[in-house]
């Protein structure tokens, strides 16, 4: 099962919203459907109500990103599972798109849509992928990106576990802001260290005379 691409649906969903800088892409039915991706048959059944229930899935999603990076694991679970009890997943085999060289199917296990509505639909390949994703890597595998203000959900696929930011962009930023503020420390310290210096020598001064 393409697990990264499942669990991906999530992260698409989450990133949608930048609640520290006010901005919410996710604001028409031609949003919805372009978080479907190349599952257009999906897309189609999206109307103008999936843009309210998308919203509502978003915020549950990034409370579980949120329990995760702020290390509550449980918490992280039982809001992931509530989700999957609400949006059980349609598993089916399937070859679709996928051959062996002598032209064959190459079976797999596939995520069917859900025949309700949109939204259905996506959260529950959306909970279902995360689930999967935090079951074989680890709960501290979801974060948030620490580049200040961005807090855009991520999955850490890092092979020692040190993925902190969203973006190759957001980690650019962060480390230019950290060099900077080294730089304004050492400044500080050397423009303290010399009046110290000066303080010392008109001290002397006067005790000479």
């Not at 698409?12 to 039915?29: A, F, K």
């Not at 070859?95 to 996506?122: I, K, Q, V, Y």
């Not at 709960?139 to 930011?165: F, I, K, M, Q």
């Amino acid at each position: 099962m393409e697990l990264a691409y499942y669990s991906d649906y999530a992260v698409r969903l989450v990133n949608t919203e930048e609640p520290s800088r006010g901005q919410d892409s996710l604001t028409s039915v031609e949003a919805v459907r372009d978080l479907f991706g190349a599952n257009q048959s999906a897309a189609r059944r999206a109307s103008d109500a999936d843009v309210t229930r998308f919203r509502s899935v978003r915020g549950r999603l990034r409370a579980v990103f949120e329990a995760a990076d702020g290390g509550d694991e449980t918490l992280a679970v039982d809001l992931l599972n509530s989700l999957l009890l609400e949006f059980p997943v349609s598993p089916q085999i399937s070859g679709h798109d996928h051959r062996a060289e002598d032209g064959s199917p190459l079976w797999h296990m596939h995520l069917a849509d859900h025949p309700s509505n949109a939204t259905a639909g996506f959260a529950a390949i959306a909970a279902m992928g995360l689930a999967f994703h935090l079951t074989e890597y680890g709960v501290d595998r979801l974060g948030l990106c620490e580049a200040a203000p961005c807090r855009n959900a991520y999955l850490d696929t890092s092979t020692n576990r040190s993925r902190r930011y969203c973006s190759d962009r957001c980690a650019t930023r962060a480390n230019v802001a950290a060099y900077r503020a080294r730089k304004r420390l050492e400044a500080d310290r050397s423009a303290g260290t010399g009046l110290t210096a000066d303080s010392a020598q008109r001290t002397a001064a006067s005790g000479e005379r």
